[in-house]
C-alpha cells in the first residue's frame, strides 16, 4: 500500500511509523488454539474456548461488564435494530449471557473480583455481582486488614498518613517507618513523589486552614516577575466593563480567562445560541429605531409595528435555523392568534412608557474605542473614553445600545438582556456591575449636551416577563418622578448606603463617582496580583454557571469568613 501511495518517493521513519500503527490499530490477532495447562490470561470471550480447573474473571466493574450502553437520542432500539445496529438493551443481553456462560464454564471453582479504585477515582462493581447474590449462594472473600498479599501503594499512603497522624500513641512509629521503607522501595522516585505530597499536603492545609488567602488562592502579590509582568501587561490597557464585571466578580476567574487565557471548548450548537440571540436582536432593534429616527418618527414605534415586523423576518430568516425548535423560537418573538409575542409586548410597554416622559429614543449602538463592523450610531468614536482621577487613567470602550433623552435634556441609558436580568443597584456599590454606572459616566464625554439621569435593563427574554429594569437612576430627576417607581433603583433612598452608613445615602452622581473609583481600585488591585476567588461563592453565577467551577480550588467556607476583610499579603 505504501509502495502505492508513495511511489518511489522517500519517507521519513514517522511516516512509516504512523502507517504500521494504524494498520496494526485495525488488525485483531486470535491465537488459533489455547494449550490446555499452566495459568493463561485471556479475552473473557475466549475462556469459553478452555476447560478450566480454577477460573478467575477480573476487572467485573461497571461500565466495563456490563458495558455501559449509551442512549441513542434519534432512534429507538426497534429503529436501531432494523439498521443493524445494536440496541442498547441487545448490548446488556450480551454482556449478560457471556457472563452466564462463564459461571456455567466447567472450572470447579469460579473467583470473581474487581478492583476498588482506580488511581484516586472509587470505582464501582459491577452490577452482575449483586444480580447473582440473589440467585445463587456466593462466598464473599475480602482481604483481611493489613494482609500484606492485598497492599497497594493506596493502601500504604492511607496507612502511612493514618500512622504520622497518630504519631504519638503505641507503636504507629514503628509502622510508619516499615511502611516508609516499603514504599521507597515500591517507588520509582521516592524523594520526587514524597516531595510531591508533602506539598501538596502543605497547599491543602494553608488553602483549608490558614488565616490568609495565599499564593495557592490567588494572592500572587508576592511574586515580583508576576507583578512585573502584569503592570506592564495592564498599563495601556483598553478595558470593556464586562471585563471589569468579571474581576469585580471573581478576581479569579478574570485570572483564569484574561491572564492565562483558559477557555472552555467551544460546543457545537445545534440551535441558536445565546450570544447569536442578543446580536439577532440588537439589529433588529438598531435598525429599526434608525429607521425611526431617520424619519423623525422615533417616539411612535406603536405605529410602525408592521416595519419592526418586516425587518425581524428579513433578520430571523437570514439564520441559518430550521426545524421544531426555530419554528418555536420565532414564536416566541412573532406571537401567534392566541398570544401576543414578545415584539407586540415591547411596542406597547415602550410607547406608554416614551409617552409618560415624553422621551425620545436618540441614539442607538453608540460605541466607542471599536473598530467591528458591527452596525453603530453615526456618533460613534473609534477611540476609548480615558477616565482620569489622581493622576491614573482607566481607558474604557463599550457600546451603548440605546440613549433616550428627556425634556430637559437628561438622558436614560438602556441595555437589551435577551436572558433573565438579576442586576440591582447593590451590585453597583458591591463592584459587580459596572455597566451602566460606568457608560452614565462617560455620556458627557460622548456628548455635552446629554447629562444622565436613568440606566436601565430591557428583560427581552419572554412576553410574559418583558420589562425595563432600572439597576440606577436620579430619584430627583422632574420627569422620571412621572414613573412613580418605588424601585430602590432610584437614589438617593435608605437602602442604598455608603459603608452602609444610613445618614449617608448615596446621590445618584456620587454612586456614579464610586463605581468609577471602585474601577480604579479593582485595576490597581489586578496590577498588584490579587486574584482571589469570587467574594460570593453562593451566588449561581459561581457554584452553577461559572465556566471554570470543575476545575476551582475556591474553599467556600473561607471566602464567607474572609469577605468583609481585606486581602492579606502572603506570608506562607
Ligand atoms: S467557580 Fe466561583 S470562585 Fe471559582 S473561578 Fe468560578 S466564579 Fe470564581
Known amino acids: 500500500t505504501l509502495q502505492i501511495i508513495y511511489g518511489q518517493d522517500l519517507i521519513t521513519l514517522d511516516v512509516l511509523f504512523g502507517a504500521l500503527q494504524s494498520a496494526l490499530e485495525r488488525e485483531l490477532y486470535n491465537l488459533t488454539e489455547w494449550q490446555d495447562y499452566g495459568v493463561q490470561i485471556m479475552p473473557r470471550l475466549e475462556i469459553l474456548a478452555v476447560n478450566f480447573q480454577v477460573l478467575f474473571v477480573g476487572g467485573l466493574i461497571d461500565g466495563d461488564f456490563p458495558r455501559a450502553s449509551v442512549k441513542d437520542i434519534f432512534f429507538g432500539d426497534e429503529v436501531r435494530s432494523a439498521m443493524g445496529l445494536v440496541a442498547s438493551e441487545e448490548l446488556l443481553g450480551q454482556d449478560r449471557f457471556l457472563f452466564y456462560e462463564l459461571l456455567d464454564s466447567p472450572a470447579e471453582r469460579v473467583f470473581l473480583t474487581f478492583p476498588k479504585y482506580r488511581d484516586e477515582e472509587a470505582l464501582v462493581p459491577s452490577s452482575f455481582l449483586a444480580d447473582l447474590k440473589d440467585v445463587a449462594q456466593v462466598t464473599e ?58 506539598h501538596r499536603i502543605q497547599f491543602a492545609s494553608l488553602r483549608i486552614m490558614g488565616q490568609q488567602f495565599t499564593r495557592f488562592e490567588g494572592n500572587l502579590t508576592g511574586n515580583a516577575a508576576i507583578t512585573d509582568d502584569l503592570q506592564q501587561r495592564f498599563k495601556h490597557r483598553v478595558w470593556s466593563v464586562s471585563q471589569l464585571e468579571t474581576y469585580g466578580f471573581c478576581p479569579m476567574q478574570f485570572f483564569l480567562r484574561y491572564v492565562l487565557k483558559i477557555r472552555p471548548t467551544e460546543k457545537i450548537e445545534e440551535e441558536i445560541t445565546p450570544l447569536e440571540r442578543g446580536s439577532l436582536v440588537h439589529k433588529i432593534l438598531y435598525r429599526f429605531y434608525s429607521e425611526l429616527l431617520a424619519a423623525g418618527q422615533a417616539n411612535r414605534p406603536l405605529e410602525f409595528r ?8 428579513e433578520e430571523f430568516d437570514r439564520m441559518p435555523y430550521e426545524g421544531l425548535f426555530w419554528e418555536l423560537e420565532k414564536l416566541r418573538y412573532f406571537g401567534n392568534e392566541q398570544a401576543q409575542g414578545i415584539f407586540d409586548v415591547f411596542l406597547i410597554k415602550e410607547q406608554a412608557r416614551l409617552d409618560k416622559l415624553q422621551a425620545q429614543p436618540s441614539f442607538f449602538e453608540l460605541a466607542f474605542g471599536y473598530s467591528g463592523n458591527f452596525p453603530m450610531d453615526v456618533h460613534s468614536q473609534k477611540q476609548p473614553v480615558i477616565i482620569r482621577q489622581n493622576g491614573k487613567e482607566i ?33 453597583i456599590v458591591d463592584g459587580i456591575h459596572f455597566q451602566l454606572p460606568l457608560y452614565l459616566y462617560v455620556l458627557p464625554k460622548l456628548n455635552r449636551d446629554l447629562f444622565p439621569v436613568y440606566g436601565g435593563l430591557y428583560q427581552l427574554k419572554s412576553a410574559d416577563t418583558l420589562d425595563l429594569k432600572p439597576i440606577i437612576a436620579d430619584k430627583n430627576n422632574a420627569y422620571l418622578q412621572l414613573l412613580k417607581a418605588r424601585s430602590m433603583a432610584f437614589v438617593p433612598n435608605k437602602t442604598v448606603l455608603r459603608n452602609g452608613n ?71
Open 141 to 198: 472473600l475480602n482481604p483481611k486488614e493489613n494482609d500484606p498479599l492485598f497492599t497497594n501503594r493506596q493502601t500504604l499512603w492511607e496507612d502511612f498518613g493514618q500512622n504520622i497522624f497518630f504519631l504519638t500513641t503505641g507503636d504507629r512509629l514503628q509502622k510508619a517507618m516499615h511502611q516508609a521503607d516499603l514504599l521507597f522501595t515500591l517507588l520509582e522516585k521516592p524523594r520526587k513523589t514524597l516531595e510531591d505530597l508533602l
Open 306 to 313: 408592521e416595519r419592526l415586523f418586516a425587518i425581524a423576518r
Open 395 to 427: 481607558r474604557l470602550q463599550g457600546r451603548i445600545d440605546r440613549v433616550d433623552v428627556l425634556p430637559d435634556g437628561g438622558a436614560m441609558i438602556i441595555d437589551y438582556k435577551t436572558g433573565l436580568v438579576h442586576s440591582k443597584v447593590t451590585d
Open 502 to 572: 444610613e445618614d449617608d445615602p448615596f446621590e445618584f452622581d456620587d454612586l456614579l463617582e464610586y463605581s468609577v473609583q471602585q474601577a480604579f481600585e479593582k485595576t490597581e488591585a489586578l496590577r498588584q496580583g490579587y486574584f482571589l476567588h469570587s467574594n460570593f461563592p453562593d451566588d449561581r453565577r459561581c457554584s452553577s454557571f461559572c465556566d471554570y467551577r470543575r476545575i476551582c480550588q475556591k474553599v467556600t467556607g473561607k471566602l464567607k469568613k474572609g469577605r468583609e476583610k481585606e486581602p492579606e499579603g502572603d506570608d506562607s
